[in-house]
């Protein structure tokens, strides 16, 4: 299956989704599933032999949270590719250059402005998450900016900088606010705060912009692997392909977090684990890592939700737990290549 990365993945998150759809408080059988689906496809052709109400749960509940999880996925897994092939880095993630913690000072702030558990304030959430997102990323990028240029040493350290800022304010109205500190809390662990289909709709259309942009970047990410020298000496427009691929990549992630909070080491494991199987290649790198993002986040997503039934682990903490043994494996054999 090495040289058939597609099917199997595609094979592999088709699993997952049916996975993702049927466990849960109410277990839905494989076969009752599929009768519900097919039924629906076919405008009631078959006849029902289940409840109601498991109806309603898979198609306003379990399909738009499932579809909302694999598209946080694969938002999340394009971006660590992108991120680690700008800057020539496999540690590097979608939160590098400061989304996450923008994200988060955004809804904090929200949820500050707002306590109440109103529809304008639910909604508020993840509109603030964005637009702080994309504020922390621009300023990340005017500070970084020399000229001309923007030297990734540059843009990591202003990241760096602007991140710390952004959760120290973070922190800040965290303790101000007791009453919404929970609500935070889970927010920033991973939780999602909205269900049904009008935060999947809210948010497709940005991460599909971005992801459909990420997927023509291979070749320049492939190029940009020679140093940034050798590459415009190659005829590639470097400045103009490093904007590009940290405008796409941002806002990507920051559309994910939006409204699936911040959810750490699946843009770091997922392409890593994709390099290893099938190599560096960006252009087959990035698509999946798509597509392994979407499976890695949907699997960690049917965990927490079974791991301490009936209550619901945030999925980061999932995804943290698995994703930081790998983070720290990925140190020492780095450490190992550079003492050789």
């Not at 494989?30 to 405008?43: E, Q, R, V, W, Y």
């Not at 252009?283 to 999946?288: A, D, N, S, V």
């Not at 698995?322 to 003492?339: D, E, M, V, Y």
């Amino acid at each position: 299956m090495r040289k058939r990365p597609y099917l199997l993945t595609l094979f592999l998150l088709l699993a997952a989704l049916v996975l993702s759809v049927a466990v849960g408080s109410v277990p839905i059988s494989i076969a009752d599933l599929a009768k519900m689906l097919f039924s629906k496809l076919t405008g009631g052709r078959i006849e029902a032999t289940w409840a109601n109400n498991l109806e309603v749960i898979v198609f306003q509940l379990r399909i738009p949270r499932t579809v909302m999880v694999m598209i946080t996925g694969a938002a999340l897994g394009g971006s660590g590719a992108a991120y680690q092939g700008l800057f020539r880095n496999p540690l590097a993630d979608p939160y590098l250059i400061g989304v996450a913690s923008g994200a988060g000072l955004g809804a904090v702030l929200a949820m500050t402005l707002q306590p109440e558990r109103t529809t304008a304030a639910l909604v508020m959430v993840p509109l603030s998450a964005f637009i702080a997102a994309l504020i922390t990323v621009a300023v990340v990028y005017a500070m970084a900016r020399v000229g001309k240029t923007i030297p990734a040493t540059q843009l990591i350290l202003a990241g760096v900088a602007v991140s710390a800022f952004a959760t120290a304010v973070t922190s800040f109205l965290m303790l101000r606010s007791t009453g919404e500190l929970r609500r935070a809390l889970v927010w920033q662990m991973g939780g999602a705060a909205m269900s049904g289909w009008s935060p999947v709709l809210a948010v497709l259309p940005f991460i599909a912009l971005g992801l459909g942009v990420l997927l023509t970047l291979g070749h320049s990410l492939n190029v940009l692997q020679f140093g940034d020298e050798q590459a415009a000496q190659l005829g590639l427009p470097v400045e103009r392909a490093r904007i590009i691929t940290i405008a796409a990549a941002s806002l990507t992630t920051a559309a994910a977090v939006s409204f699936s909070g911040i959810i750490g080491f699946v843009g770091l494991v997922v392409p890593h684990v994709i390099r290893l199987i099938w190599g560096a290649d960006y252009r087959r790198l990035i698509p999946l890592s798509v597509i392994g993002g979407g499976i890695l986040l949907l699997c960690a997503d049917v965990l927490a939700r079974i791991l301490l039934a009936p209550q619901e682990i945030p999925t980061g903490i999932i995804t943290s737990l698995i994703g930081a043994p790998f983070f720290l494996w990925l140190l020492r054999q780095s450490r190992k290549q550079n003492l050789m």
